[in-house]
Structure formats: structure tokens, C-alpha cells
Nanobody, 123 residues
Framework: VQLVESGGGMVHTGESLRLSCAAS????????MSWVRQAPGKGPEWVSF????????YYANSVKGRFTISRDNAKNTLYLQMNSLEPEDTALYYC?????????????????WGQGTQVTVSS
């Protein structure tokens, strides 16, 4: 199993980024996925969830209305479109494969995650 995130970078407040997560080594379409972020000195924070087919999505209150999660099962890729970025969004962003049906901020909900992609938002 391999999850490789990309698309991070340094932006200013109000700008946008699109993160991607390339999945391999498993049947991507069979697993629900999440984005989880971790800021320096803080614990992991769940950001968003998407079910296997992409029809159900959920967001943390802190990103609702600004971020959009999506997936392309034909390309084995997970996305996170991030608009209206704020300095508080600065973190290392991980895509993570759910172990079961529960999602959240604890790594115990996930069995695999990538190396992360850094997002830095300056004011």
C-alpha cells in the first residue's frame, strides 16, 4: 500500500491550493478516505471524509465551505481543493485510508497514510 500526497506549497491568505493523493497497492475504490492535517506542535486534526463512491462527504467545521474533497476511482486519486486559505490552515496534510467505518482525528482510525504535503499560508 502506498499513498503519495502532492500539491502543497506556500501561499498567502485567501489563495487556493489543490492537494492530490495517488494511491497504489490496493483497491482504492473499496476504501473510504480522509484528509488529516497536523500543525507544528499540535496533534492530528481530521479535515474531511469521503466514502468509497464519492457520494458522501463530511468536513470539519474549521474548513466547511472552503475545502472540497473528491476522488477519481479510475485514476486511484484523492483530492482536496482548498480555497480561501487562512494562516490557521498551515499544517502537514496527509491522506489516510480508513480501517473501518469511523473517521476522526486519531491515527487509530486509519491503517495507512502518506508522508504528507506541507501547506503554509502567510498573512
Amino acid at each position: 500500500v502506498q499513498l503519495v500526497e502532492s500539491g502543497g506549497g506556500m501561499v498567502h491568505t485567501g489563495e487556493s491550493l489543490r492537494l492530490s493523493c495517488a494511491a497504489s497497492g490496493f483497491t482504492f475504490s473499496s476504501y473510504a478516505m480522509s484528509w488529516v492535517r497536523q500543525a507544528p506542535g499540535k496533534g492530528p486534526e481530521w479535515v474531511s471524509f469521503i466514502n468509497t463512491g464519492g457520494s458522501n462527504t463530511y468536513y470539519a467545521n474549521s474548513v466547511k465551505g472552503r475545502f472540497t474533497i473528491s476522488r477519481d476511482n479510475a485514476k486511484n486519486t484523492l483530492y482536496l481543493q482548498m480555497n480561501s486559505l487562512e494562516p490557521e490552515d498551515t499544517a502537514l496534510y496527509y491522506c489516510a485510508r480508513l480501517k473501518g467505518r469511523l473517521y476522526g482525528s486519531s491515527w487509530s482510525h486509519y491503517d495507512y497514510w502518506g508522508q504528507g504535503t506541507q501547506v503554509t499560508v502567510s498573512s
